[in-house]
């Protein structure tokens, strides 16, 4: 993974020096809550209901198991001994104090790490494919790019003070994971005809208050004018996306009301000024930092191993957690290996200080040091032999972090919700809690197979309920909580957004409306249907009748 | 004693030698969306009246610094003062910069373009600066005014700025060191045009 020079170094050195003055300066009266909070969101840090939340940046996913130690550590000694793992791929601690910051930006810094950008209105941090140069659909590896355009965002002065935020997206597979048509730049690296490292750019999409996909701005962009381009769709919208009305600022918005030809037109207008201009990248700043992503140093290993082999079959456990939470690798003899965060009645996402400290060994152990955080919200070993899977199962089993339930109904997206976020409308986690519980037998999981179910606390969407096979997002009805249904949504490359199933419903009857509409999914499936293609086949209404006709025996709140 | 300056012209604090031309307030309508208060006007929103341009006084002597839109109706009674170095354009961060453009010849005739930031969040200051630099080829001093703080000044000077009108509450002397946050920016903007793979041979960090 990219390990910092000089030059990178002083960055986020400088960084935590210009912060602390702008934490003292506030703790002094000298700015006004109004001015720092600009200041202190581009450094991550929310104002929450208890206590401030801090979100510390993992670019595009990937942690060394020093890093990972670190966070541990953190989360310790400056909060209360755990952190929550993001669908942006970072790591948020819920209870650290204003005043320690500075000293915890200066801890990271100590292992190459800021929370520069998390949050604000701002270029934040790029995110991508888990399983980037391990996947074997992957056509291009796009983390050199992704580290690239990191640097390139970090203070970049034209766009420091956007309309709203802005996130961006890079995936390199045919199969694309990293929801690059839910970003508001969405960059999809490809292979032209003449064999060459191109990108199809995507703009426009977004989840939050309006969903919407994004759309093709450019079918075929030569790579090294990827920060050019950037800079001309964001050139675009600084100037012309609102700022009036904060539910109208995301560039999908700009994008909807120019229509994309026209928005496109633009920006390919803005584009000739910027295009071959310095920050056009040369193959020489590519092959620097790709140097930083090549291939692990892997034994050659045959493409089966007997130890493994008879481990599985005589182990249905372990079987089991082979098929849900391991994943295919380019190198025959190894896979990429998924450490759920989704333990049935715990926070989706969390993971203790002892966990993390536990997984940053097994890195070290099993998987060259390195790990990364998946957008579901769970961990991944990228690169594990077949014959250390089952050592490996059995202590991550120990751990709590073994689970087998990976793209199972268990394997919830979740945000932290109205337990901890101050936009918030309505809890999540006792959602995602009670509906873990209700499922809590692996062999009817594995029965009703995969399947997304994401819930966010509010619009805002971060946890992307729109793209969930089945979302749930809280709403508030008059002071109460409330939860409104989705189903329909998927992430990939055919993504769609959700159909509100109908009116909402109280926290406590949301276990059994998921039971409803798995019994109709279970009722209506064809032997190959995942839950997603019954609902695309047979369409929304019999998943509505059976939910709401029987509840209107019981009462019906609207 | 006289009010101590408040102006960064080139990393000093200078006496500011123009006077700024202001139009008469007329009272706003507050505008409001999903119930919000709108604080930011939409980038080529018409804000002034005819009568408010008319009736802008113009000091007739020394350096003047004037709003676009009084320029625009009232060229040829600024032409002398144009013409002797006298005159100075502001424009508001939602006034379109092609209107300045189509309203001078000669961009670099113009000794000072200032621009007013209503609200220090409003980034549309950097593209405006960035333009002005790198589209238009505009070479003489660039000052924001308005509410113009510490925290934005790095910002600024990459993207084109050479002068900075802090706002009156706050210190110009603390503004200054913020000029200096970062010594290696990454990328490459308007200061310093060339991203860092092209100033420095990188070398990988000593594990």
């Keep these: ?558 | 004693m006289p009010n101590k300056s408040n102006l960064i012209l080139n990393n000093a604090i200078v006496d500011d030698e123009w006077t700024l031309v202001t139009m008469p307030v007329v009272e706003e309508a507050v505008k409001k969306q999903a119930g919000k208060v709108v604080l930011f006007k939409l980038t080529g929103e018409a804000t002034h009246t005819a009568e408010q341009i008319a009736n802008t006084v113009i000091p007739c002597s020394g350096k003047i610094l004037v709003p676009l839109s009084v320029w625009m109706a009232r060229r040829e009674e600024l032409a002398s003062r144009h013409t002797a170095g006298e005159l100075g354009i502001w424009l508001d961060t939602h006034e379109l910069l092609e209107d300045l453009a189509s309203a001078i010849g000669d961009i670099n005739s113009l000794p000072l373009i200032a621009v007013h930031v209503e609200r220090f969040a409003d980034g549309r200051i950097f593209s405006i600066g960035n333009l002005l630099r790198t589209r238009y080829h505009y070479k003489n001093d660039l000052r924001a005014f308005g509410d113009v703080l510490r925290d934005q000044l790095f910002f600024l000077k990459r993207c084109g700025f050479n002068s900075y009108l802090i706002r009156a509450d706050r210190s110009a002397e603390d503004a200054l060191a913020s000029l200096q946050d970062f010594s290696q920016p990454y990328q490459g903007a308007v200061d310093i045009n060339q991203p860092v793979w092209r100033r420095v041979n990188r070398q990988p960090a000593p594990q």
């Excluded at chain 1, 020489?284 to 992503?293: D, G, T």
């Design chain 1, 1 to 558: 993974m990219y390990k910092y020079d000089e030059i990178d170094q002083a960055i986020v050195d400088e960084r935590v020096k210009q912060y602390s003055d702008q934490t003292r300066r506030f703790l002094d009266g000298e700015l006004t809550d109004e001015e720092f909070r600009p200041l202190r969101l581009q450094n991550g840090l929310y104002i929450q209901r208890h206590a401030p939340m801090l979100r510390i940046a993992v670019p595009y996913g990937m942690l060394s198991s020093r890093q990972l130690r670190k966070l541990g550590d953190i989360a310790k000694r400056y909060d209360r001994s755990y952190g929550h793992f993001s669908t942006r791929q970072n790591l948020q601690l819920n209870w650290p104090k204003l005043e320690d910051v500075p000293e915890i930006l200066a801890e990271l810094a100590t292992v190459q790490m800021h929370a520069i950008q998390t949050s604000g209105n701002c270029i934040r941090n790029i995110t991508a494919d888990q399983f980037a140069g391990v996947a074997p659909d992957e056509v291009i590896d796009p983390r050199a790019i992704a580290e690239i355009i990191r640097q390139w965002s970090t203070f970049h002065p034209e766009f420091a003070l956007l309309p709203r935020k802005f996130k961006i997206a890079v995936s390199g597979t045919k199969q694309d994971r990293a929801i690059i048509q839910a970003h508001d730049i969405g960059l999809e690296f490809y292979l032209d005809n003449q064999n060459k490292m191109a990108i199809r750019v995507w703009a426009g999409g977004g989840l939050g208050r309006t969903p919407i996909l994004g759309s093709v701005v450019r079918e075929h962009l030569e790579w090294q004018h990827v920060l050019t381009y950037c800079e001309a769709i964001i050139r675009v919208y600084n100037l012309h996306g609102r700022r009036d009305n904060a539910y109208k600022a995301r560039i999908k918005i700009l994008v909807k009301a120019l229509g994309i030809e026209e928005f496109s037109r633009q920006v390919e207008e803005e584009w000739q000024y910027l295009k071959d201009s310095p920050n056009t990248i040369t193959e020489a700043e590519l092959e620097r930092v790709a140097k930083h992503f090549t291939k692990m140093p892997y034994e050659p290993l045959p493409a089966h191993d007997s130890s493994f082999d008879s481990a599985v079959a005589s182990n249905p456990a372990f079987a089991a957690w082979v098929k849900r939470n391991t994943h295919p690798h380019q190198q025959p003899g190894y896979r990429a290996v998924t450490l759920s965060l989704k333990t049935h009645g715990q926070a989706p996402g969390d993971a203790t200080s002892e966990q993390m400290r536990i997984v940053a060994d097994f890195a070290d152990e099993y998987s060259f040091g390195e790990l990364r955080v998946a957008h579901e919200q769970n961990l991944i070993l990228a690169d594990v032999k077949l014959s250390d899977l089952y050592p490996l199962w059995e202590k991550a089993r120990a751990a709590g972090l073994a689970t087998s339930n990976i793209g199972l109904l268990t394997d919830i997206i979740c945000c932290p919700g109205g337990d901890f976020c101050s936009l918030a409308n309505a809890k999540s986690i006792p959602i995602a809690e009670a509906i873990q519980m209700q499922f809590d037998d692996l062999d009817y999981l594995y029965d009703i197979g995969d399947l997304e179910l994401n819930i966010s606390g509010c619009m805002n969407a971060c946890g992307h309920h729109h793209i969930g096979h089945i979302g749930i997002l809280g709403v508030d009805k008059d002071g109460s909580e409330w939860y409104q249904v989705t189903i329909g949504g998927k992430q990939g490359n055919d993504a769609s957004l959700g159909t509100v199933l109908g009116p909402s419903f109280a926290a406590e009857e949301m276990p059994g409306v998921i039971q409803k509409l798995i019994d109709v999914y279970v009722r209506e499936r064809t032997p190959e249907e995942r839950f997603i293609d019954t609902v695309r086949r047979i369409g929304v209404a019999p998943f509505k009748t059976h939910v709401y006709g029987e509840k209107k025996k019981e009462a019906v709140h609207a």
